[in-house]
């Protein structure tokens, strides 16, 4: 009797041919864990992206950002210890010459004595040149050499707003103070040391951000 025939069967009933049942994991269930494993890794490559698009508006650099959209750890830009490399010269080392080229007379004195009561060294005060006399037409002009540009216009420019500048072949350190038509008055005191004491003020350093 075969091992394949059922008990009971005495032999009657035998399996045969080379064809036999095999017993195989369902189908299902490997589609199920193919599928969830295929999610996994779509999964994963997407926050992978996502990841990289983040560093890379963020500047690369894997720091915070706050809601502003700057570093969370951005230090501020420190406060300058130093003086500027060329410090402006002060008005008690400009030599100011004042001349009037308006109709009006007496601006040149006055103008002169309040210049002089401001720290400004007073040199010489009279009508404007002929080839200046009521030919300026603004508030003032800043006459001088070349090398003035490097500080003593910016100086004497602060104690009247709109006055020109014009360099000439001088070799002195001196700068003419010549008042143009449109001129009333200096500017206020408080508001000229105060444009003077900006000029003077460090620019603060860039942010490390």
């Known amino acids: 009797m075969s091992m394949l025939t059922p008990p009971g069967m005495g032999g009657k ?29 779509v999964l994963g490559a997407a926050g992978w992206g ?3 698009l983040v560093d890379v508006f963020s500047g690369g650099d894997g720091k915070k950002t706050t809601a502003a959209g700057k570093p969370s750890d951005c230090k501020p ?12 010269p002060k008005p008690a080392q400009i030599t ?14 006055a103008t002169a004595d309040e210049l002089k009561k401001r720290g400004f060294l007073i040199g010489k005060v009279g009508n404007a040149p002929a080839a200046l006399d009521k030919k300026v037409p603004g508030t003032g002009l800043l006459l ?12 004497v420019g602060t104690q009247l707003k709109g006055a020109t500048t014009k360099v000439d ?41």
Do not use: E, H, W
Request: charged residues 20%; proline residues 11%; glycine residues 8%.
């Open 77 to 88: 830009a420190p406060k300058p210890t130093a003086p500027p490399a060329a410090a402006l």
């Open 13 to 41: 009933y035998r399996i045969t041919g080379d064809v036999y049942p095999r017993m195989r994991r369902p189908q299902r269930r490997r589609r199920i864990v193919l599928g969830a494993a295929a999610a996994v890794l």
């Open 169 to 209: 072949t001088r070799t002195t350190a001196d700068v003419d103070f010549v008042i143009g038509t449109a001129f009333k008055q200096l500017d206020p005191k408080a508001a000229a040391d105060a444009a003077l004491t900006a000029l003077n003020k460090p620019k603060p350093a860039p942010g490390r951000c």
């Open 144 to 155: 001088g050499a070349p090398g003035a540009t490097k500080g003593m216009f910016s100086v």
């Open 96 to 109: 100011v010459n004042v001349y009037n080229a308006t109709p009006r007379g007496g601006l040149a004195k």
């Open 50 to 52: 996502t990841y990289q």
